[in-house]
């Protein structure tokens, strides 16, 4: 039998010998491991990710084909959807800040700068000013003279409630043809005298020929794509 007891775990030691080098790593590593820790939320709520998303679910709900595409499906669709809208914004970060910081060009702090720059305009560009106000009110700061002077604290919330808001508007004008299906099928079950008969089970092919016909994922993303 094998002895578990007296198994030994090797320890990772984080120490460093004093030199300013090998702490400067240390700290550098740290910050690099909290970054990716943070990576899911930054890819949600700092990006076009959640527009798309919340579209794309506002779709499904709207045909009623219960998990019909899957949730990896629209999450992979509104993944690759999010980097094809972002691309501008991440090469900019890549050529301004992240090339020059491998490249020892600009030390870290400048490179964090630039780096956060394209993000800032990125998100005020879509970010409604009274949603904005919102958070600068409630913590009794002054309004900011330009992007640069944008709390991050202050701007993400924002921008997260404004493409909520957005999503949400989109999604309302995808509801509305299905919704005419459904009551127009209801209204005639209802005088055929088939209560009985579930008016989803009508509605849904009618809801998926009409979405076929007009080519409705290629409408849904081309406004998707138009709105950023």
Same mark, same amino acid.
């Given at each position: 039998?094998?002895?578990?007891?007296?198994?030994?775990?090797?320890?990772?030691?984080?120490?460093?010998?004093?030199?300013?080098?090998?702490?400067?790593?240390?700290?550098?590593?740290? $910050? #690099?491991? *909290?970054?990716?820790?943070?990576?899911?939320?930054? @890819? &949600?709520?700092?990006?076009? %990710?959640?527009?798309?998303? !919340?579209?794309?679910?506002?779709?499904?709900? $709207? #045909?009623? *084909?219960?998990?019909?595409?899957?949730?990896?499906? @629209? &999450?992979?669709?509104?993944? %690759?959807?999010?980097?094809? !809208?972002?691309?501008?914004?991440?090469?900019?970060?890549?050529?301004?800040?992240?090339?020059?910081?491998?490249?020892?060009? &600009?030390?870290?702090?400048?490179?964090?700068?630039?780096? !956060?720059?394209?993000?800032?305009?990125?998100?005020?560009?879509?970010?409604?000013?009274?949603?904005?106000?919102?958070?600068?009110?409630?913590?009794?700061?002054?309004?900011?003279?330009? !992007?640069?002077?944008?709390?991050?604290?202050?701007?993400?919330?924002?921008?997260?409630?404004?493409?909520?808001?957005?999503?949400?508007?989109?999604?309302?004008?995808?509801?509305?043809?299905?919704?005419?299906?459904?009551?127009?099928?209801?209204?005639?079950?209802?005088?055929?005298?088939?209560?009985?008969?579930?008016?989803?089970?009508?509605?849904?092919?009618?809801?998926?020929?009409?979405?076929?016909?007009?080519?409705?994922?290629?409408?849904?993303?081309?406004?998707?794509?138009?709105?950023?």
């Amino acid at each position: 039998m094998i002895d578990f007891l007296a198994l030994s775990i090797p320890g990772i030691d984080l120490g460093t010998s004093g030199e300013p080098g090998e702490v400067a790593t240390t700290l550098q590593i740290l $910050a #690099l491991l *909290t970054i990716l820790s943070l990576a899911p939320a930054i @890819l &949600i709520l700092m990006t076009c %990710f959640t527009r798309i998303v !919340v579209v794309l679910s506002f779709v499904r709900s $709207a #045909l009623a *084909t219960q998990q019909m595409p899957p949730n990896q499906v @629209l &999450i992979g669709l509104a993944l %690759f959807l999010t980097f094809f !809208v972002m691309s501008p914004v991440f090469s900019e970060v890549n050529e301004n800040a992240l090339q020059p910081y491998l490249n020892e060009e &600009i030390p870290q702090e400048e490179a964090i700068d630039l780096a !956060v720059l394209p993000m800032k305009e990125f998100m005020a560009e879509h970010t409604r000013q009274k949603d904005l106000a919102l958070f600068y009110k409630y913590a009794n700061k002054e309004k900011p003279e330009s !992007v640069e002077d944008i709390s991050f604290t202050a701007l993400v919330p924002a921008y997260a409630i404004s493409e909520l808001k957005t999503a949400f508007q989109i999604g309302f004008v995808i509801f509305i043809p299905f919704l005419i299906i459904d009551m127009v099928v209801a209204s005639t079950l209802m005088a055929m005298g088939m209560m009985m008969l579930p008016p989803v089970m009508i509605s849904l092919p009618f809801k998926i020929l009409l979405f076929v016909l007009v080519d409705g994922w290629y409408l849904v993303v081309e406004s998707l794509l138009t709105s950023f």
